[in-house]
């Protein structure tokens, strides 16, 4: 998980290995589809058009766009097919299960797909934390997951970071600036090349 300051100060949040592999992807995909539009007959090639036209933007989606931006008056989250504004007086608090979420103050919730849950990650976190307890008293049973002994340095990198967004969440809901209601726009820059691909591919596919 990356976090650096954004063009206006922000915090971002990325996921380092949703953008390797959506770049990983994006590759093999160009390489392919650019083979089969120089070296393909008939209409393979048009259908590696189409293909790519519906594929390189869902990728693009689920793997680069993805991102947090944590800002002294509100969280801006970019998530495949949206971008949800929450000024900080709007939210209502943070949840981790298998995904980690915000929720508003009307009880509506957004996942945040550029902070996805690590299991194993929570794992090895509770592994380090029950072999530093260990050390401190061999003699005492290890205690896992407890208040006076778990802090966030040795909890994992996701959820630390919604501890950033809950403290700055607590911090900031209450300024003048922070005030406001949740605002939501659909990602049409995304929706619509990959609505055009799909259609073009089942148009090719149906005409045989």
Same mark, same amino acid.
């Given at each position: ?5 954004? *063009? ?78 929450? *000024? ?22 957004? %996942? ?13 976190? %509770? ?10 008293? *061999? ?20 959820? %630390? ?17 922070? %005030? ?29």
């Amino acid at each position: 998980m990356t976090s650096e300051p954004g *063009p206006t100060h922000d915090r971002v949040y990325r996921s380092p290995a949703g953008i390797a592999g959506g770049c990983l992807l994006l590759a093999l995909g160009a390489w392919l589809g650019i083979d089969a539009v120089i070296g393909g007959d008939g209409r393979t090639p048009w259908l590696a058009l189409a293909g790519l036209l519906l594929a390189v933007p869902l990728v693009v989606a689920f793997t680069l766009r993805p991102a947090v931006y944590a800002g002294e008056d509100r969280l801006r989250i970019r998530n495949p097919f949206r971008n949800i504004t929450l *000024p900080w007086a709007a939210v209502s608090g943070f949840r981790s299960g298998y995904s980690n979420e915000v929720l508003d103050r009307a009880g509506t919730k957004y %996942q945040l797909w550029s902070v996805p849950v690590s299991l194993r990650a929570r794992k090895k976190a %509770q592994r380090n934390l029950a072999r530093a307890a260990a050390a401190d008293d *061999p003699g005492r049973p290890s205690i896992i997951g407890t208040g006076s002994i778990q802090t966030r340095s040795t909890r994992a990198a996701t959820d %630390q970071v919604m501890d950033e967004l809950r403290d700055l969440s607590e911090a900031r809901g209450a300024e003048p600036t922070a %005030q406001g209601e949740p605002a939501v726009r659909w990602a049409y820059e995304i929706i619509a090349p990959a609505v055009a691909g799909a259609v073009l591919l089942v148009v090719l596919l149906a005409i045989g």
